[in-house]
Structures are given as C-alpha cells and as structure tokens.
C-alpha cells in the first residue's frame, strides 16, 4: 500500500474512531444521571420549567421562589420548553454534520418519541393544549444578527401523528398577493389555544415579518413587518417579539409587545439585545433568557406594561416556559 492510501485509509479510521467516541459520550451523558437528580412532574402547576446552565439539563423551580431549590432532571437538553404535561428536549447528536434530536417527553419526563433532524437547535415550543411541538434549528449559519443564516422550523402534530418537516411549504400571502419568492425563511414558532393557529418569524427580500397561519390550510397571511421570535399570551392577545431597532451587530435588537386587537406597539424598557424567544410567566409578565459578560446566561422577567425596570429571576438558567 502507498503512503498516500495508509495515510487516508488511517485518516478515515480517526474520523469513524472520533465519530464513535463523540456518539459515545453523547449517550453516556444521557444515561449517566447526576448525583441531585430530582423527579418532576410537568402536570403539577406553580413551577417553572428551565435548562440549568451548570449541568445543561433539563430542571423546575418554583413560581413563588425562582430562586430558591432547582429539581434538576436526567435530560441534558441545548432547549426545552413544556406545556399542558407535555414537554420537548432538544439535544444535539454526534456525527460529522450538525444534527440534533427532538425528544417529545410526557408528564413525568419518560420519553414519548424523539425524533432526528438536521442542524443546530434553536428554537422550542409546545402548544398550549399539548397537541403540537415545534422546533427551529439553524441550517446554515448560527446567528439572527448576521446575513446568510438558514433555518428549518418543523411542527409535529401530536395527537394526529404527524409532522410537518418543514413550514416554509406553508401558502404565504403578503397584502393579500401569493408570496413566490425562494428566499423564504421561517423559524420562531408560537401556537394559539385552539390548536389550529400559529405565529412565526418570517424572512423574505432582506425584511422580516410577524406571519399568522392555519394548520388545516397551510396557509398564512404577513401581520406586520419588522418582528422575530413570537411569543403569543395566554389569552392570545398580545405578542411579545424581538424588534430590530439597530444595525449594531452586537445590540440589534429590543422587546415589543403587539395588541392584536388594536395594532398598537410598544418597546419594553432595558431589554437591548435580548436574543431569544420570550415567554409568559403570567398574563402581565414576560421572561427571557440574557447573556452576561462572562458568557453565562439568566432568565430576566420584565412586566408588559414597561412600567418597572426587569428583574433576575432565574440565576444561571435558560429557556423558561411556565408549567
């Protein structure tokens, strides 16, 4: 054999070895339980379910003290989020392209499927009813800030079965014309209560758009321009989304919250660079996740109104939902 066939032959042999290797202490992390392993139960209301960032797993604390004792489950998850005793994990996977799985979870967190998707997890959310999860991922790129970037949005529909693997096939109107383009991009999914709507980011022609859609029909209408990661209200009528409202790369964006009765908008206070996908701890209040200068990350809470100044309420955790 020549030297360039063993050094290649050698060469795949070190990617297959790393490839095991990786897969393998993907597999045993998940199997191997930390020492303060807590049973949760996503069926018992007042907590707040979370990915703590010291252990990356998935945990809950309670509404009336976020900061006092974590029970902190067996599934490491890069996000989480639960509705309704249902929950959705999601855990990158080894290999030697970016790819994740999607773990639908029941009430006591024991695995109801999971499910296997090309790159890097994103975005989650539950319906409130527990009848639908969807999911974003980057595709290309990694970052909203930057141009270039491409995302897949998935939706699994529980009750029914089925999965949508990839909502840019929904039928988009803007102003009332058939949008044709192929520059089509959607993540940030929000459901409404019925089971039957959601909201979700839209890019197309260099703009962004809050877009309203029909899951019987698959199709969707723009609602306004200018609005990413949705975040719908428990009493479905208010959205809180990131709004661009600079060109600086590192504090593009700022918290709004839309009426949808009304059209009204309006900025909430001291939320420059919130890069996430808010949530609703209560119908006057929303969290989110916010870097600090270290790198860690906490879960602020600020009031609807922009009234009062956003607080820490959750010390190194990220990807709150309210069970």
Not at 116 to 126: C, D, F, K, L, M
Not at 169 to 187: A, C, F, M, P
Not at 262 to 267: D, I, L
Not at 297 to 305: K, L, R
Request: aromatic content about 8%; hydrophobic content about 40%.
């Amino acid at each position: 054999m020549s030297s360039r066939k063993r050094f290649g032959t050698l060469a795949a042999v070190g990617v297959l070895l790393a490839t095991v290797a990786v897969a393998y202490t993907v597999q045993a992390a998940n199997r191997a339980a930390p020492a303060d392993v807590t049973a949760i139960d996503l069926a018992q209301p007042g907590q707040i379910l979370f990915r703590d960032t010291a252990s990356g797993r998935a945990a809950a604390v309670a509404i009336g003290d976020p900061g006092g004792p974590r029970s902190v489950s067996a599934w490491a998850c890069d996000r989480v989020y639960a509705a309704a005793a249902t929950a959705v994990c999601l855990q990158p996977t080894a290999g030697l392209t970016p790819a994740f799985a999607a773990v639908v979870l029941d009430r006591y967190l024991a695995e109801v499927s999971r499910a296997r998707h090309p790159g890097i997890p994103n975005r989650a959310r539950v319906g409130s009813g527990g009848s639908h999860v969807a999911f974003t991922a980057f595709v290309t790129g990694h970052s909203y800030a930057k141009e270039g970037f491409s995302t897949r949005t998935s939706i699994v529909d529980i009750a029914n079965n089925r999965t949508y693997g990839d909502i840019e096939t929904l039928q988009i109107y803007h102003e009332g014309r058939k949008i044709s383009t192929l520059d089509v991009n959607l993540w940030g999914v929000t459901f409404a209560a019925d089971g039957k709507r959601f909201y979700a980011s839209m890019s197309t022609g260099g703009k962004t758009y809050l877009v309203e859609a029909d899951i019987a029909t698959w199709e969707a209408r723009t609602l306004r321009e200018n609005a990413e990661c949705p975040s719908l209200s428990p009493d479905g009528h208010h959205i809180v989304f990131k709004k661009r409202v600079s060109d600086d790369g590192a504090r593009p964006w700022q918290l709004y919250v839309l009426d949808l009765r009304s059209r009204a908008e309006w900025a909430l206070p001291s939320t420059l660079n919130v890069d996430d996908q808010a949530a609703w701890l209560d119908e006057k209040t929303v969290m989110y996740s916010l870097l600090r200068e270290d790198g860690g990350t906490d879960i602020w809470a600020s009031a609807v109104t922009g009234q009062s100044p956003p607080k820490l309420l959750i010390a190194n955790a990220s990807s709150p939902s309210v069970l």
